[in-house]
């Protein structure tokens, strides 16, 4: 088995508008012992960079995105679905390279064992050319769906190079959210923070706060998102945003540092700071989310 | 030429308009024209120096692909097209260091493109 679960960090979130209840550093299956039966589980891929080529923060970059799809496999119990919040590429201004890369990422992620794969475009996938290699490959980058009674909005704040999310998907966001009642469990996936997590790094969306707006009037809203390949946590009043790790190299803590540079490859430790995460469901309306991570060996 | 100015942000902190330059009067100095290359995936020069209180035209140029130039800590942002410079007005109001990046995707490189304002006492 080329990856196993090394690490859990358990953060369980209480449900509408409780805000966050932290409980890190239990035992995955020990802190679920108590909690109600799991409604359903997803899991949370980021920023795999397919095409990136940087032997000094990842030599194993070709086998790393092949290494998450058989350890979220090898899951004794399967997902009901994948999210895949952004990134899936390198960007390259070539075209047809660009093509080529979202091809071969489309061939390694259809190993997975799951049924529903909803992908979300990063800044690397799409800014570039405005989302259109992307659409040709997965459809629309920003699009609801519901689970189980959650409503999932996927917003796409990276077809703009600028990072705005953009008068037109704000709009058909305030008409999705019409639809639902204030207490509806929502979770939004995106790309980038939707808050300013770090400006002076590019870790914003430049219209964030007009969607943080529409999404304040209701109670039961969480936000994952990708781009700073580190897990973070934040509330903007009661809305939790989780940032997930990447599949690619980590990144230093937010503003920990003049310049936002890739964190270097550890032979002692390979893959230190990559993988992915389940995000747990249960019965009460709580989120359970679990951190995996990418095995080295 | 008719040139533009740019400066977006309504928080912009030391952000000063050029609408009324041309009325300016002669006793009043000035203000020091910076030129800012923005090339994939550099600006160049990438430290500007001024002092506080110093009147200053950073005057932006991207000869390549449309590209943007924020400082948060300072309020000031642009939209760098190519095509004729953009001014941004600047009059530093504090002494320190002040990062700036650009904020608009150009590619592989990005995320590197960055520079710096320094404002001397």
Known sequence: ??????????????????????????????????????????????????????PAVNPEARHTLARAVAAVNALAAPPDFIVFTGDLTHTTDDAQE?????????????????????????????????????????????YAFE????????????????????????????????????????VVLTHRPLFDLAPQWDWA?????????????????????????????????????????????????????PRRTPVAWDAARPFRGLGWREVERHGDGALALEQYDVAGG | MRRRLLVCGATALGALSLAGLGMRSAAQAEPRVVAVVARRFVFIPAEI?????????????????????????????????????VRVAWRPDRAGSFDFLCDVFCGDGHEGMSGRLVVQP
């Open chain 2, 49 to 85: 120096t001024a002092r506080v209180g110093e009147a200053v035209v950073l005057e932006f140029s991207a000869p390549e692909v449309v590209m943007g130039f924020y400082a948060p800590a300072l309020g000031l942002r642009a939209l760098l097209v190519p095509g004729p410079p």
């Open chain 1, 98 to 142: 660009r093509r080529k890369r979202l091809r071969e990422f489309k061939a390694i992620v259809a190993d997975l064992r799951v049924r529903d794969l909803h992908l979300l475009p990063g800044e690397h996938d799409a800014s570039l050319d405005q989302g259109a290699a992307f659409q040709e490959f997965f459809g629309p980058t920003h």
């Open chain 1, 205 to 257: 969306t430049r219209d964030g706060d007009a969607v943080l707006a529409q999404l304040m009037a209701y109670s039961n809203v969480t936000v994952f998102y990708g781009h700073i390949h580190q897990q973070h946590h934040h509330l903007s009043g009661h809305i939790a945003h989780h940032a997930a790790t990447s599949l690619i190299f980590p990144l230093p803590a937010p503003g920990s540092q």
């Open chain 1, 1 to 54: 088995m080329p990856s196993v679960i090394d690490r859990r960090d358990v953060l369980r979130l209480a449900g509408a508008g409780a805000g966050l209840v932290f409980a890190s550093g239990l035992a995955g299956c020990a802190a679920r012992a108590g909690a109600p039966a799991t409604d359903f589980h997803f899991v949370q891929l980021s920023d795999s960079h397919w095409g990136f080529d940087g």
């Open chain 1, 147 to 186: 689970h189980r009674g959650v409503h999932f909005i996927a917003l796409d704040n990276v077809s703009d190079p600028a990072a705005r999310v953009g008068e037109a998907q704000l709009a058909w966001l305030a008409g999705e959210l019409a639809r639902l009642d204030k207490d509806a469990p929502i």
